[in-house]
C-alpha cells in the first residue's frame, strides 16, 4: 500500500448535499465533516452509492472531491469512489482524486451492460495500472447486478496496486475465502447490519450509510471486537440494527432516509437527488430510534 494512511477502522460514506433546487451544494456539508472527525472516524468514502455517485456527473464528482479534501486538509484518510460506467470517466476521476490529495481510490465494476468476468477483470488491471493511488475493489452485486465469482476476485486481489476490497454483499462464506486466499489483502465490510461479523472474520474495518448517523456506535463496535469483547459488541450492533430495520421501512433507498436522518439530528445536507423522492411514510418510530442511539 502506497498511501501512509491506514484504511483499517470505521470510514464514513460520506453524503453530498443538494440545495433546494437539486444543485451541487458541497459548504453543506462542512459542519457533518467537522463533527465526524471530532468523533474520531478513521476516514471518508467520497463519491459511493450513499453519496450519489452516479447521480452526478463527472464534473460535479470532481467538485465534490475538492471540497471534501480542502475541508478535511489531510486530517484523515480519504477514499475516492470512481467507478463509472466508462473506463475513460473512472481514470479521469482517479487522477483528479491523486492531484486533490486522496489516499486511495475505490470502484465499483462497470456496469449496464453485460460484461464477463475476464472484461471485469481488465478493467481493474488498466485502472490499477493508470491510477496513481492504491485500489480498493468495491463489489456491490445488489447494486450493480454484477455477481462475481470467488476466483475471479482472488484475480483482481492479487493485481499490483490493488490493497483490498469494500465487500458489500452478505456472502461471508466468499468473504472469508478471500482473506484466506489472499491474506495481505485489507477487506472492508459493507452491510452496516453486519459488522461484528465482518471484524471478527478478519476484515479490517467498515464503510456503511447508517455511520452517518450513529459513527459512535460503530467506533465502539470496532473497538469492543478489536478487544475481544464480542458479547458487548453485540448488543450494540443489535441496537443499530433495529435502527437500520425501521430505516428501510421507512425508505427502501436508503439515502433519502440517512438525509432525513441527518436533518433531525440538526445535519441539513438538502434531500436526495431526483428521482429520489422526498419520505412520505411515518417516521415517528424513527425519529424515537434515532433519539436513543444517534448523536443527537
Given at each position: 500500500?502506497?498511501?501512509?494512511?491506514?484504511?483499517?477502522?470505521?470510514?464514513?460514506?460520506?453524503?453530498?448535499?443538494?440545495?433546494?433546487?437539486?444543485?451541487?451544494?458541497?459548504?453543506?456539508?462542512?459542519?457533518?465533516?467537522?463533527?465526524?472527525?471530532?468523533?474520531?472516524?478513521?476516514?471518508?468514502?467520497?463519491?459511493?452509492?450513499?453519496?450519489?455517485?452516479?447521480?452526478?456527473?463527472?464534473?460535479?464528482?470532481?467538485?465534490?472531491?475538492?471540497?471534501?479534501?480542502?475541508?478535511?486538509?489531510?486530517?484523515?484518510?480519504?477514499?475516492?469512489?470512481?467507478?463509472?460506467?466508462?473506463?475513460?470517466?473512472?481514470?479521469?476521476?482517479?487522477?483528479?482524486?491523486a492531484?486533490?490529495?486522496?489516499?486511495?481510490?475505490?470502484?465499483t465494476?462497470?456496469f449496464?451492460?453485460?460484461?464477463?468476468?475476464?472484461?471485469?477483470?481488465?478493467?481493474?488491471?488498466?485502472?490499477?495500472?493508470?491510477?496513481?493511488?492504491?485500489?480498493?475493489?468495491?463489489?456491490?452485486?445488489?447494486?450493480?447486478?454484477?455477481?462475481?465469482?470467488?476466483?475471479?476476485?482472488?484475480?483482481?486481489?492479487?493485481?499490483?496496486?490493488?490493497?483490498?476490497?469494500?465487500?458489500?454483499?452478505?456472502?461471508?462464506?466468499?468473504?472469508?475465502?478471500?482473506?484466506?486466499?489472499?491474506?495481505?489483502?485489507?477487506?472492508?465490510?459493507?452491510?452496516?447490519?453486519?459488522?461484528?461479523?465482518?471484524?471478527?472474520?478478519?476484515m479490517?474495518?467498515?464503510?456503511?450509510s447508517?455511520?452517518?448517523?450513529?459513527?459512535?456506535?460503530?467506533?465502539?463496535i470496532?473497538?469492543?471486537?478489536?478487544s475481544?469483547?464480542?458479547?458487548?459488541?453485540?448488543?450494540?450492533?443489535?441496537?443499530?440494527?433495529?435502527?437500520?430495520?425501521?430505516?428501510?421501512?421507512?425508505?427502501?433507498g436508503?439515502?433519502?432516509?440517512?438525509?432525513?436522518?441527518?436533518?433531525?439530528?440538526?445535519?441539513?445536507?438538502?434531500?436526495?437527488?431526483?428521482?429520489?423522492?422526498?419520505?412520505?411514510?411515518?417516521?415517528?418510530?424513527?425519529?424515537?430510534?434515532?433519539?436513543?442511539?444517534?448523536?443527537?
Amino acid at each position: 500500500m502506497s498511501s501512509s494512511k491506514s484504511l483499517a477502522g470505521i470510514v464514513i460514506p460520506l453524503v453530498t448535499p443538494f440545495d433546494n433546487e437539486g444543485s451541487l451544494a458541497p459548504e453543506l456539508v462542512n459542519s457533518l465533516i467537522e463533527f465526524h472527525l471530532d468523533v474520531g472516524v478513521h476516514g471518508f468514502y467520497v463519491g459511493g452509492s450513499t453519496g450519489e455517485g452516479f447521480l452526478q456527473s463527472i464534473a460535479e464528482r470532481c467538485e465534490y472531491l475538492q471540497h471534501v479534501s480542502d475541508v478535511c486538509r489531510q486530517r484523515t484518510t480519504l477514499v475516492a469512489q470512481v467507478g463509472a460506467l466508462s473506463s475513460r470517466d473512472a481514470w479521469t476521476l482517479a487522477e483528479h482524486a491523486a492531484q486533490c490529495g486522496y489516499d486511495i481510490v475505490s470502484s465499483t465494476p462497470p456496469f449496464y451492460f453485460t460484461y464477463t468476468e475476464r472484461e471485469l477483470v481488465a478493467y481493474y488491471q488498466e485502472l490499477a495500472e493508470r491510477s496513481p493511488l492504491p485500489v480498493l475493489l468495491y463489489n456491490t452485486p445488489a447494486s450493480t447486478g454484477c455477481s462475481l465469482s470467488v476466483d475471479a476476485q482472488i484475480e483482481m486481489l492479487k493485481l499490483p496496486n490493488v490493497i483490498g476490497s469494500k465487500h458489500t454483499d452478505k456472502d461471508y462464506f466468499a468473504a472469508e475465502r478471500l482473506i484466506r486466499s489472499v491474506p495481505d489483502t485489507q477487506i472492508v465490510n459493507g452491510p452496516d447490519e453486519m459488522l461484528t461479523a465482518g471484524l471478527a472474520m478478519g476484515m479490517v474495518g467498515g464503510i456503511g450509510s447508517t455511520y452517518n448517523l450513529m459513527p459512535h456506535r460503530y467506533l465502539e463496535i470496532f473497538s469492543l471486537v478489536a478487544s475481544g469483547e464480542l458479547e458487548k459488541a453485540r448488543e450494540i450492533q443489535s441496537s443499530v440494527n433495529d435502527v437500520i430495520d425501521e430505516l428501510l421501512h421507512i425508505s427502501p433507498g436508503v439515502v433519502p432516509g440517512i438525509k432525513y436522518g441527518l436533518k433531525f439530528l440538526g445535519y441539513d445536507v438538502g434531500r436526495a437527488r431526483k428521482p429520489f423522492q422526498p419520505i412520505e411514510a411515518d417516521t415517528s418510530r424513527f425519529q424515537q430510534l434515532l433519539s436513543e442511539h444517534g448523536f443527537q
